[in-house]
């Protein structure tokens, strides 16, 4: 390992190390934590605003739901090495490692994630944010009976929001994950539509399926507390 790797390794284990007494607290007072994890590179816009409207829909379910927002826009994160096994110090060193501590919290009840539709498929920073999910595969499945909601965001009402999260949910399901839909109007995840210059809020069909699924994913992560 050279010098800049290794460096970059003990500030990412010393961050790490920093926001585990934290989430260990929170587990310890009985809180249920959602995590919503925006999967665009564009750090703060319409996916980002759309899962944190889903977060704060969970919010409101019960006061033991606490929420944390995961933007991935401006992010370093690589998808997996081919043939590299989890634990064996093969790990790619790069962002994830900073947000590996939220996914392995003892009080986590569930995940929210969502991604853009880039032609009808979900963003590159989405598929490698799931490759890298891998580590909670070994040695045990860390998120198996974890509440996890889909949502999607294109720039056509009918843009392929509903294929990107059957994508999602499917590599979700090598986790054993319970996959939750919404209510009525966003049964298989929630669908939005940027046609408003990125004021996602002007979505009212989509933000009410964002509200629906957050809802959901929340009533599920109580169920299984």
């Known amino acids: 390992m050279d010098r800049r790797k290794f460096v970059r390794k003990a500030l990412y284990s010393g961050a790490a190390a920093s926001l585990a ?3 260990a607290e929170a587990g310890q007072a009985g809180k249920i934590r959602i995590v919503g994890v925006s999967c665009s590179p564009r750090k703060g816009k319409t996916t980002a605003m ?7 829909a969970a919010k ?13 826009g401006g992010k370093d994160i690589a998808g997996w090495s081919g043939g ?6 093969q790990e790619v060193m790069d962002d994830f490692q ?29 598929k490698a944010f799931l490759e890298r999910l891998a580590v909670l595969r070994s040695p045990k499945l860390m998120l198996a009976d974890k509440a996890v909601g889909v949502l ?9 929001q509903e294929l990107v999260i059957s994508q999602i949910q499917a590599a979700m399901l090598c ?6 839909g919404g209510k009525p109007r966003a049964h298989q995840g929630a669908t939005l539509w940027n046609a408003y210059k990125d004021d996602i809020m002007k979505d009212e069909f989509g933000i009410a399926t964002a509200k629906q699924l957050g809802i959901r994913v929340a009533e599920a992560a109580l169920r299984q507390a």
């Open 60 to 72: 409101e379910v019960d006061p033991r739901i606490v929420v944390e927002l995961i933007d991935l």
């Open 84 to 89: 590299a096994k989890p634990g064996e110090g």
């Open 152 to 160: 999607s965001v294109g720039a056509y009402r009918n843009g392929g």
């Open 98 to 126: 900073l947000i590996l501590p939220s996914l392995k919290a003892p009080d986590l009840g569930g995940i929210i994630i969502g991604s853009p539709s880039y032609f009808r498929s979900m963003s590159a920073l989405c």
């Open 175 to 180: 986790h054993e994950v319970i996959l939750v």
């Open 50 to 56: 759309s899962v944190k409207v889903a977060l704060d």
């Open 21 to 23: 007494p934290t989430l």
